[in-house]
């Protein structure tokens, strides 16, 4: 599956449909192409952009929620986003537009958005925009918190994040000196897989992360 490359305001959007590569880094310019077109995103609290992609249902049926596709659980990784990286390292499939990061994380917009994470119901966070959430703000969010460090107690409980918090900062003293986080909990699975409707029925999400994208 291929995916396009864009960077974040004041960084540029590559919106050329170049495979993404394992480094995360944009492929080289070949001689004699074409330069390549660019676009600023927005800042993450700014107005959604209501794009080409719409929710609408027929007229007079229910409104119920339903997630933007980028956002949407699946079984196959809508969008290229490894949350050990920075966000600008996101990739997008080919074919859909950088502005689909605008776009409204629902099919109706909202205020604010609460997420949990599968297998750790403690950490449910709740991702807001006075303007409308947006994909962009649910990605930035999502790995805001996963970025947070966690209790003594809780480094103890998992022996899997144990591990990956030593891989993970062997070769940086200063992200050791921080501890245990989230992140590490993940394991192999550091790959965002999307959000699925939680079961309780309380209009909450879970997020899910996979192995590969």
């Known amino acids: 599956m291929s995916y396009r490359s ?7 959007v590559h919106a050329q449909a170049d495979p993404w590569t394992a480094s995360g880094s944009p492929a080289p310019m070949l001689p004699g192409a074409p330069p390549m077109n660019t676009v600023s995103l927005p800042h993450p609290n700014s107005s959604p952009h209501y794009g080409s992609v719409h929710y609408d249902p027929p007229t007079g049926a229910p409104r119920i929620l339903a997630l933007n596709p980028l956002l949407s659980y699946s079984g196959i990784p809508p969008i290229y986003f490894n949350v050990l990286q920075d966000v600008r390292s996101i990739r997008l499939r080919n074919g859909c537009s950088p502005s689909s990061l605008q776009q409204p994380a629902l099919n109706r917009p909202v205020m604010c958005l609460c997420i949990r994470f599968a297998g750790y119901p403690f950490w449910s966070i709740e991702v807001s925009n006075p303007h409308g959430v947006t994909v962009l703000v649910v990605l930035l969010r999502i790995r805001e918190a996963l970025l947070r460090g ?5 480094a103890t409980v998992s022996h899997t994040a144990s591990e990956y918090f030593r891989a993970r900062t062997r070769a940086d003293p200063r992200e050791y000196a921080q501890g245990v986080k ?10 965002f897989a999307g959000l699925s409707p939680s079961m309780d029925g309380q209009n909450r999400w879970d997020a899910h992360f996979v192995p590969t994208a």
């Open 182 to 191: 989230r992140i590490d909990f993940l394991g192999p699975n550091v790959f």
């Open 150 to 154: 966690v209790s003594p107690q809780e």
């Open 6 to 12: 864009w960077t974040p305001a004041p960084y540029s």
